[in-house]
T-cell receptor, first 115, second 112 residues
């Protein structure tokens, strides 16, 4: 199994809503990532979890709250988002966060629209 | 600090023609380099990776890339383009801080 599964695939939420994005992998990877991607742009790193601990936060606004309940799951909790937060949110995992010769596997993404 | 630069935000080729997507890197240490492909409204898929084992790297779907230290390049090629190759391609370098650094991407169009 070399898949990273993200749910939901599409999400429309109002600016006062609370929602969560979910990501799951069963490859035994110990690093998991959240990226945000706007149209026609490369993915931008948001968070990195290394061995279930938050290791990198790229100065992301607090309305985005990551959580890593166990080594296979990664959540992104959303609250009071703005329309400019509409984007494709990608989850990825890799065997190790500190070894550059291990590639990252990406999920299909969640297309988020904030209205 | 490591970085990559993709030359050309858009490349158009005819079906059956050579595909050449250019990437130059900057790194003070031996780099780890990757090419990813992204089809519309999908996630990223690894095409190939360079990890210093061999300078010519073969990937999936007939793509390959050659690492040239003297030119600090890692260009992606495919001898004969297929319509299904139309997508966004990202050259990526691994940063010693544990991050992947993406190039700006090159959109490949394939004309029939």
């Amino acid at each position: 199994d070399t898949e990273v599964t993200q749910t939901p695939k599409h999400l429309v939420m109002g600016m006062t809503n609370k929602k969560s994005l979910k990501c799951e992998q069963h490859m035994g990877h110990r690093a998991m990532y959240w990226y945000k991607q706007k149209a026609k742009k490369p993915p931008e790193l948001m968070f990195v979890y290394s061995y279930e601990k938050l290791s990198i936060n790229e100065s992301v606004p607090s309305r985005f709250s990551p959580e890593c309940p166990n080594s296979s799951l990664l959540n992104l909790h959303l609250h009071a988002l703005q329309p400019e937060d509409s984007a494709l949110y990608l989850c990825a995992s890799s065997r190790s966060p500190t070894r550059g010769n291990t590639e990252a596997f990406f999920g299909q993404g969640t297309r988020l629209t904030v209205v | 600090a490591q970085s990559v630069t993709q030359l050309g935000s858009h490349v158009s080729v005819s079906e059956g023609a050579l595909v050449l997507l250019r990437c130059n890197y900057s790194s003070s240490v031996p780099p780890y380099l990757f090419w990813y492909v992204q089809y519309p409204n999908q996630g990223l898929q690894l095409l190939l990776k360079y990890t210093s084992a061999a300078t010519l790297v073969k990937g999936i779907n007939g793509f390959e890339a050659e690492f040239k230290k003297s030119e600090t390049s890692f260009h992606l090629t495919k001898p004969s383009a297929h319509m299904s190759d139309a997508a966004e391609y990202f050259c990526v370098i691994y940063n010693q801080g544990g991050k992947l650094i993406f190039g700006q991407g090159t959109e490949l169009s394939v004309k029939p």
